[in-house]
């Protein structure tokens, strides 16, 4: 198993994403009086931030947005309950993130960790993020093994299984995928104030996963959505991402991406914000071809940092369409 920096890079998982550094430790108990208002909680916690950092970092995704306000909330409330000893039980946190690739849900599930974390709902806050062969071996023995170390891994934080579904296998008669199921069902009804799990998916898959195995449709307790992206919504991720590694668009260049992202959204495998940042590193690579080729110019920051409009219009895209 590795631990890797924020942004694990697709499929070396399962990765760990240590909890953001400068987060605080979960509400302390003694050293302050404990919270009797909302904004107490939200000001002793810190989650405020968290959220209003999704908002302003995280393009569209408004009902996504809405529904972490709403457990948010739950949460403080159940806070506050507890301090008045009103508190039952913990509430139960297991999520089911589904949509299209590229369409946020490992980017949310991260900050997800941390609002889950700031108020004090896991002790560390960190995410592992695991596919079915992270968790089920291919030999008889070798499953109960791997997915209790993985486990072992992920208390404290959240367990992110992505295509939950492929732990199933109906088609497969002796499929280690079931142990592996039953294992966590477990684990997420007698540890589920240490361990929060998360599945994600497409949502059709997800449904039909949930269908044939309502033990775990049982102890999903959220369920969120991530839409497609409009194109729209595409532009401006790939402003801010553009922003953000200190790249512009040259004049011209925006309306070439956008044109891009118009033939682009037609075609096969198209997926969301994860294409929108692979267009934009293979337009890097050809503005970065283009200074290249000029040994003798003396480089300006503008220069370096303009992505003109030939990087975009050189795309394969341009040329499949007559
Ligand atoms: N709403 C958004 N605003 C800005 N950037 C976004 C947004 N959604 C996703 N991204 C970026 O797009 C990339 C893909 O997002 P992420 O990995 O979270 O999607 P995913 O749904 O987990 O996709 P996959 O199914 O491919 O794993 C990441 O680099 C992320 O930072
Ligand atoms: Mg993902």
Redesign the pocket.
């Known amino acids: 198993m590795t631990t890797t920096p924020l ?1 694990a890079i ?1 499929g070396s998982t399962p990765a760990v994403v240590p909890a953001a550094a400068a987060a605080p430790a979960p509400l302390p108990a003694a050293a302050k009086p404990a919270p009797v208002t909302v904004g107490e909680v939200l000001a002793q916690s810190q989650v405020e931030a968290v959220m209003d950092e999704l908002d302003r ?5 408004a009902p996504v947005k809405a529904r972490i306000r709403d457990i948010a909330a739950l949460l403080v409330i159940a806070r506050l309950r507890e301090q008045l000893g009103l508190a039952a039980s913990k509430p139960s946190l297991h999520m089911c ?1 589904s ?12 900050r997800m960790a941390q609002i889950l974390h700031r108020l004090g709902y896991v002790r560390k806050g960190h995410v592992v993020s695991v596919t079915r062969d992270d968790l089920v071996g291919q030999y008889i023995g070798h499953t109960a093994p791997k997915t209790k170390e993985v486990l072992k891994k992920a208390m404290g934080g959240v367990l992110f299984i ?2 939950a579904y492929y732990l199933y296998r109906p088609e497969n008669e002796r499929d280690y995928g079931q142990e592996a199921i039953e294992i966590l069902l477990q684990v997420m009804e007698n540890q589920r104030d240490d361990l929060v799990v998360i599945l ?2 497409y949502k059709d898959r997800m449904d039909t996963f949930f269908q044939s195995n309502p033990g775990m449709s049982s102890r999903i307790a959220h369920h969120l959505d ?1 839409p497609d ?1 409009a194109s729209g ?1 595409l532009l ?2 790939a402003d ?2 553009l922003a953000t590694s200190h790249y512009r668009f040259g004049p011209g260049a925006r309306e070439a991406f956008s044109d891009y992202l118009q033939r682009r959204l037609t075609q096969p495998h198209f ?4 294409s ?2 692979n267009a934009l590193d293979r337009m890097r690579l050809r503005q970065a071809s283009r200074l290249f080729a000029d040994r003798d110019r003396v480089l300006t920051a503008d220069d370096l940092s303009t992505i003109a409009e030939a990087d975009i219009r050189a795309s394969r895209v341009f040329a499949a369409v007559p």
């Open positions: 942004y697709p970092d995280l393009v569209g995704l993130f949509g299209n690739p590229g369409t946020g849900k490992t980017t949310v599930a991260l992505d295509e994600a998916g991530f992206y919504e401006h991720i801010t991402m997926a969301n914000a994860r929108v940042r």
